[in-house]
Every structure is written in C-alpha cells, then in structure tokens.
C-alpha cells in the first residue's frame, strides 16, 4: 500500500504561480512512477504530469507543457508540480498518483495503483 498527501493548492489569479506537493509513504516510493492529474467540475479527470521512478523523464499533456514542472525527491518521497502562468482553466482538484513501473517509459492513466485525496487549485481572472 502507499499513501499520498496532496498539499498546496490554493486560490491564485491568472499568471500566478503554485507548488503543489505530494507526500508518499508506505512502500518503496523510489519505486513507483508518479503522475498528476486533474479533474475539474463537471469534466473527465485528465491526466496532466508524469515522472519516471528515477525521475529522468518527464511527461507533459499539452495543455500545461511548458508552464509546469514536474519533479521528484526520492529522499524525501515527495513528488512537486511547479505550476507557472496559471490561466482559469488551470482550475481543478489536482491528484496526485502513484504507479508500480520500474522503467523510464509513460506510464498510462489505467495503470496507476494508488491515488491521494486531491487538492484544490482555484485561478481567477
């Protein structure tokens, strides 16, 4: 079993930045893939941000590629989401999620094992 705790959402205006974290515990966090999805009101939830267990390789849906961050500190079993230039689409309950997968390849949405409770990320305009 793994645990995940989602912190650090928030109410921001448009073009402000967040950090999200998501703290793990349980198993061997170093190695599960890590990945961020979102789900806003009334939508599917869509996946948003992966990293690989090593965290080398990264993986970005187009709509947040080049605003946001993903990264990993496999010392602290933690996993970030670096939020930069949020629009009002950015608006969701961000999750955190957790996948066994010992390689550097995506992972896809269908194979995450565990999930948080999710974090609310509200961009006004």
């Known amino acids: 079993q793994v645990q995940l705790v989602e912190s650090g959402g928030g109410l921001v205006q448009a073009g402000d930045s967040l950090r999200l974290s998501c703290a793990a515990s349980?198993?061997?966090?170093?190695?599960?893939?890590m990945g961020w999805f979102r789900q806003a009101r009334g939508k599917e939830r869509e996946f948003v941000a992966q990293?690989?267990?090593?965290?080398?390789?990264?993986y970005y849906s187009d709509s947040v590629k080049g605003r946001f961050t993903i990264s990993r500190d496999n010392a602290k079993n933690t996993v970030y989401l670096q939020m930069n230039s949020l629009k009002p689409d950015d608006t969701a309950v961000y999750y955190c999620?957790?996948?066994?997968?010992?390689?550097?390849?995506?992972?896809?949405?269908?194979?995450?094992?565990?999930w948080g409770q999710g974090t609310q990320v509200t961009v006004s305009s």
């Open positions: 999620a957790a996948a066994a997968h010992y390689y550097e390849s995506y992972v896809p949405s269908s194979a995450y094992d565990y």
């Open positions: 349980g198993r061997t966090f170093s190695e599960y893939a």
């Open positions: 990293v690989s267990w090593s965290g080398r390789s990264t």
